[in-house]
């Protein structure tokens, strides 16, 4: 987040990650990657809060941003990298497309 900022020439699209924990292409069982830094305590509430938070910086940078209002989600199935939105074994339940229903829906944005 301390990362976002646009100008009107160069509008910023916020990002928001669901997650990351490269571990399974590091090593020599994965792809023999040097180990690095990971995110393995990922939670919906925690997404859904970064969620709120580019919903936010949006509403208070309309200058820096394009007038859609639109914003990144890494990812929906980088199972490896361990930034998923997708419904898994250990979210059967969909938690974190919930939470993407349920911020955009308190924000007000509307369908095209």
């Known amino acids: 987040m301390r990362a976002w900022g646009g100008s009107k020439e160069q509008p910023y699209l916020p990002e928001v990650t669901a997650g990351w924990d490269a571990r399974p292409w590091e090593g020599p069982q994965g792809d023999g990657k040097e180990p690095g830094w990971y995110f393995p305590d990922r939670t919906p509430e925690q997404f859904a809060a970064a969620l709120r938070e580019a919903i936010s910086w949006m509403d208070k940078h309309p200058d820096q941003t394009i ?11 980088e199972f490896g990298e361990g930034g998923h939105i997708v419904p898994t074994r250990g979210d059967p339940d969909g938690r974190y497309l919930k939470a993407i229903q349920s911020v955009v829906a308190a924000s007000g944005a509307t369908r095209p």
């Open 67 to 77: 007038a859609e209002r639109t914003l990144l989600v890494y990812a929906w199935s």
